[in-house]
């Protein structure tokens, strides 16, 4: 077999031209067999590619390769126009198929919700005569736990993808991290059926998270034009079957997801602005702000038709924070400080939060990595929410006039008749309506010592729950425990004042609920603008936005977002705004990997094959180098070709041999290789033959001619830069007479990262 | 009837009902006479108005006056009828009528032209509109007690439910009250057995009563409507159920707190035996780790091809 030795001629030859260059840096190190460690924080998983963004192979764009001059001579201007309208149509639909699918969730869950709660509270009343209290115990608990058992179910064995709030996912999606599955129908479908059955079932959880990831997959789906999981091609939308298009939509659908989540259509474009953006434009803005509206106005038409009042549109997002009126609820220049005292204690609890998930997600990751052990535990925390929410039940002896108080599922338990337990209107309920309530039931519904237990116990519920293998999300959870320490403290306050002028504690429960939020994910522009839309009055901005001002100073301080540390212990390469700021010493020829799997402009079929199928090495582009046939010396680089392209040439096999033989063959167009994205064969299913691997083949005409290279000498902080703003997938290292030294991945840029004793390097590791 | 029986209820129940209730017919001498003279003299003012200014045509003004009459009769209705509420039965009448007076001022055209017709001239000639508001505060307090709950569709009387419910009200009344004769209350507070083993029966009906109206009008009330009931039916529940639970104390719930705390730690304890076993005896997970290859490692790359060739 002469093919393994001339792939490794290559390799060795560039290899040699390395150590030439650098040999001065070479030292003995002893030969380490691959060893394995426990999962820790400090590791990037091989599993996630980078998603070409600006990538010179994928993005036709700037692949300015024979075929796609071809393509652009044929397009002319009408034809742009008809794109731009597209995208506008495409907008739209992305708008009103993500407020349907809110719709569906929010109805879906209110009446199954309402089922449950009524069989229980059925079901106590019956017992807390007669006795046998233990029993309803066993009800809600048992019912709670084979409802999260269907959703944890459908989770862990189908899409495991659709765990969790969904919204690092997309967070790692628009920073150019490709993760599999994350903009999948079959993912959409699971994580609205989760939310819905972890929501039904209990779980101190939102509805409102998902409902970002729920918007971006529509989005990936409907700018495709097809569905790979249905297997049906609508031949619709070709023009956008690439990264950069597909990307665009995404955020659209992640902005129409915040919106319809929380009724906040600015507040959702800021959060595609502000997770996802490494580069922006103004159309693009008005295109993604269309698709927010076309969303919250979607939700709030089928909503109230649904409600009954059609015309008045007054739901406009999954939650509503209700009215805060400027005359009730208006706060003083004086209780400014007050709030910025809130935001320091929602910081130091976001930060307890996110610490105790810490040590809980890498426990997970370690030990409970099996599905039936994931499920187990869901049902679990299932059950215990519901044990504990019966225990506080029961042991409160809080009692409030049912009278002119709109409780939807009034416990009486051990009040007297005609009272309802008020703990019962925290714990018995959807954890939206909680917050609602929370916000607005009139001074003095809750006691202290009822919100006082409250707090502590969802605390510890919620901060256990998140990282579960269950669809749902950490909004609405963090709301209520801040709302409830918010109005704990908002009573205290006036009661330390004697009731004097801060009356209502409905703000405070406001401000508290801001406070832990922003204390738990660390958003800042965003979740100012959301709540302050959510609750629809504009002069709350002011403290709003100092109190998740401060929660975030509080809380980087000790450690960092739940977002980005369940990104890091996923080992996701996520590549941060800048470069770690001590890492000018480190030059390009230091981070990137060397030897380079090198193709020469006319190669042999057999070695692109094995190059292709080497395991070992899981290269996604290849240099293409000049080298004359029959000699084995390598000149310099001529561009840049794609594990994917490659792959859609063998499929079609275009050899120079076959080209000579049947000039009747038709030439390969642009629309081959958009066709076969983004899920191009696996090369195993590529069948080629013996005398077709003696074939030779021309990477010239597909080839990216003029890939980015940088110089030995570049500073980690310029390749980054490079990297971030142009959405590169692989940057060439090239020395002084344009031979190729090393490629520079994304990985090698994400290793670095500043930790407590300055620069630190992860390990990579496979999964 | 029912403000009668009140009259001749227990003390205790007197206090618990409302001392409004005794004295709401009282009225002081001195000023109802001096009310009567300012009004001989309005009458007066506005009677020796020449003719030539044409202020009021005297049938609007006799409109006028039915309105302020009607106005006075209704709010001195529902003043007497605060405590213990009795809005809807005692005042509908009043309400009624005050509604068609106020109809017949909005109606009236008048017989002279257009400019002086009676509705713009008592409704909407100053700023003030006293009439105006008058009729929205009776329209507001009427539909903030929900009294349209508790009445026949066209307003006239109480609704068959409302009438069984009030017989039923009266008659666990009279039974409290027949229990509680001959024992004085101040001695022995908590023993109120006998009411409640006597008018169990009578308070469960009134309470699946109450529970059954409340339903059906959440059913039948469109989202227009409010879940209430009318405040007369409410409030007299109320008052029963906190007579029964918290005066005579008679609601006394089964609690089985054994059996609860068993189960409940039982289940807490469930997440700690999992949590232990999964961490003895689940493996833990490893990772591989993958040597970069980078520049630094040549050797190594280099030793890996030798091996190779």
């Known amino acids: 077999q002469l093919t393994p030795s001339s792939f490794l001629r290559i390799g060795q030859l560039s290899n040699v031209d390395l150590n030439e260059d650098v040999h001065e840096l070479e030292t003995e190190l002893p030969r380490q067999r691959p060893n394995e460690i426990p999962h820790n924080e400090k590791l990037l998983s091989l599993k996630y590619e980078a998603s070409a963004l600006w990538d010179a192979s994928l993005d036709y764009d700037n692949s300015e390769n024979q075929l796609f001059l071809e393509e652009e001579r044929r397009i002319n201007h009408t034809a742009f126009r008809t794109v731009e309208i597209k995208r506008w149509v495409i907008c739209a639909m992305i708008g009103i198929l993500t407020g349907l699918v809110a719709c569906f969730i929010d109805i879906v869950v209110e009446n199954l919700a309402g089922l449950k709660y009524r069989v229980v509270k059925g079901n106590i009343d019956k017992f807390t005569e007669k006795g046998g209290l233990s029993f309803s115990l066993l009800l809600w608990a048992t019912l709670n736990a084979s409802v999260v058992m269907v959703g944890s179910v459908i989770v862990a064995f189908i899409e495991p993808v659709a765990a969790g709030s969904g919204i690092p996912q997309i967070k790692c999606y628009l920073n150019g991290v490709k993760i599999p599955h994350v903009v999948r129908l079959k993912t959409l479908v699971i994580k609205v059926c989760g939310v819905i059955l972890s929501v039904v079932g209990g779980l101190a959880v939102g509805k409102e998270g998902p409902m970002i990831h729920s918007g971006a997959v529509i989005a990936a789906g409907i700018s495709q034009g097809r569905s790979t999981s249905l297997k049906r091609d609508f031949k619709i939308f070709e023009y956008f079957r690439r990264d950069t298009e597909k990307r665009d939509f995404v955020s659209a659908g992640a902005a129409a997801g915040v919106s319809a989540a929380f009724g906040a259509p600015v507040g959702g474009v800021l959060f595609s602005l502000e997770e996802g953006a490494s580069f922006w434009n103004q159309f693009l803005t008005w295109r993604i702000f269309f698709a927010s509206m076309i969303s919250t106005f979607t939700l709030n038409s089928v909503l109230s038709v649904y409600h009954g009042n059609a015309w008045d549109l007054s739901s406009p997002g999954l939650i509503n924070f209700g009215r805060f009126d400027n005359e009730k609820m208006g706060y003083t220049i004086q209780e400014i400080p007050i709030f910025i005292f809130m935001g320091v204690v929602g910081g130091i609890l976001g930060a307890l939060f996110n610490a105790l998930n810490y040590w809980l997600t890498m426990f997970r990751i370690r030990y409970i990595h099996r599905p039936c052990l994931q499920v187990v535990e869901a049902m679990l925390v299932a059950a215990v929410t519901a044990t504990v929410g019966f225990v506080m039940i029961y042991c409160s002896r809080d009692c409030q006039p049912i009278q002119g108080s709109t409780v939807a599922y009034p416990l009486q338990l051990f009040c007297a008749d005609g009272e309802y337990n008020s703990m019962a209107t925290a714990f018995f309920n959807t954890p939206e309506k909680s917050v609602v309530n929370l916000f607005h039931d009139a001074p003095g519904s809750y006691n202290p010592m009822t919100l006082g237990m409250f707090t502590l116990m969802y605390f510890f519920l919620a901060c256990w729950t998140y990282g579960l293998t269950v669809s749902a999300g950490v909004f609405i959870p963090s709301l209520l425990i801040g709302a409830a320490w918010g109005r704990l403290f908002g009573i205290s306050l006036s009661y330390l004042t004697k009731g004097s002028i801060w009356a209502d504690p409905g703000k405070y429960a406001l401000m508290g609920a801001a406070a832990q939020l922003g204390g738990i994910v660390r958003m800042t522009l965003s979740l100012t603008v959301i709540m302050m839309e959510a609750t629809g009055n504009v002069t709350y901005g002011f403290p709003i936005m100092l109190v998740l001002m401060t929660a975030k100073i509080v809380g980087d301080y000790f450690v960092e977002g739940l977002y980005d540390m369940h990104i890091q212990l996923q080992s996701v390469p996520f590549l941060h705004w800048e470069a770690p700021v001590t890492s000018h010493s480190l030059t390009a020829r230091e981070v990137m990997s060397a030897p380079v799997t090198c193709l020469r402009r006319i190669e042999r079929v057999g070695t692109v094959v094995d190059i292709l199928s080497d395991t070992s090495s899981n290269h996604n582009g290849f240099p293409v180098v000049e080298s004359n046939p029959g000699t084995t010396q390598v000149a310099g680089l001529r561009g840049l070709i794609l594990r994917s392209q490659l792959i859609v040439l063998l499929k079609h096999k275009v050899f120079v041999e076959r080209a000579n033989l049947s000039l009747v063959q038709r030439r390969l167009k642009l629309k081959d290789f958009r066709d076969a994205y983004p899920r191009f064969p696996p090369i195993q299913s590529i069948h080629v033959s013996q005398d077709e691997r003696e074939c030779m083949i021309d990477l010239s005409e597909f080839m990216n001619p003029s890939p980015y290279t940088v110089p030995q000498e570049a500073s980690l902080p310029r390749v980054f830069k490079l990297f971030r703003a142009l959405g590169l997938r692989h940057l060439v290292v090239v020395n002084n007479r344009n031979e190729v030294v090393g490629m520079v991945t994304r990985k090698d840029l994400a290793r670095y990262r500043l930790g407590k004793e300055g620069l630190e390097e992860l390990s990579l590791a496979q999964t | ?309």
């Open chain 2, 1 to 309: 009837m029912a403000p009668l029986r009140c009259l001749v209820l227990l003390p205790a129940l007197a206090l618990a009902l409302g001392p409004a209730a005794a004295e709401g017919s009282r009225r002081l001498p001195a000023l109802e006479a001096l009310g009567q003279a300012e009004e001989l003299a309005e009458e007066l003012w506005g009677a020796g108005l020449p003719g030539d200014l044409p202020e009021l045509e005297p049938e609007c003004r006799q409109l006028l006056a039915d309105f302020a009459e009607g106005s006075a009769a209704l709010t001195g209705c529902l003043g007497r009828s605060a405590r213990p509420v009795r809005l809807c039965q005692a005042c509908h009448r009043h309400y009624r009528h005050l509604l068609a007076q106020y109809g017949n001022i909005a109606r009236a055209v008048g017989n002279s032209s257009e400019s002086h017709n009676c509705a713009k001239s008592i409704l909407t000639s100053d700023r003030l509109q006293i009439v105006v508001t008058l009729s929205d505060f009776f329209n507001e307090t009427w539909e903030a007690a929900n009294c349209p709950n508790c009445l026949k569709n066209n307003s006239e009387g109480l609704s068959n439910s409302t009438v069984e419910f009030l017989d039923l009200f009266n008659k666990s009344l009279t039974c409290f009250e027949h229990n509680l004769q001959g024992q004085t209350i101040h001695l022995s507070v908590n023993n109120y057995t006998e009411v409640c083993k006597n008018c169990n029966k009578t308070y469960k009906m009134l309470n699946d009563l109450y529970n059954n109206l409340q339903r059906t009008n959440r059913q039948g009330g469109e989202s227009g409507h409010s879940a209430h009931l009318c405040i007369d039916v409410e409030d007299a529940m109320n008052i029963t159920r906190k007579l029964w639970s918290r005066t005579f104390n008679c609601s006394v719930p089964c609690s089985d707190t054994v059996p609860v705390i068993a189960v409940s730690s039982f289940i807490l304890f469930l997440p700690i035996v999992f949590y232990l076993s999964s961490f003895l005896h689940s493996k833990q997970k490893k990772r591989i780790l993958i040597l970069p290859k980078r520049i630094q490692s040549n050797a190594s790359l280099v030793n890996i091809q030798e091996k190779y060739s």
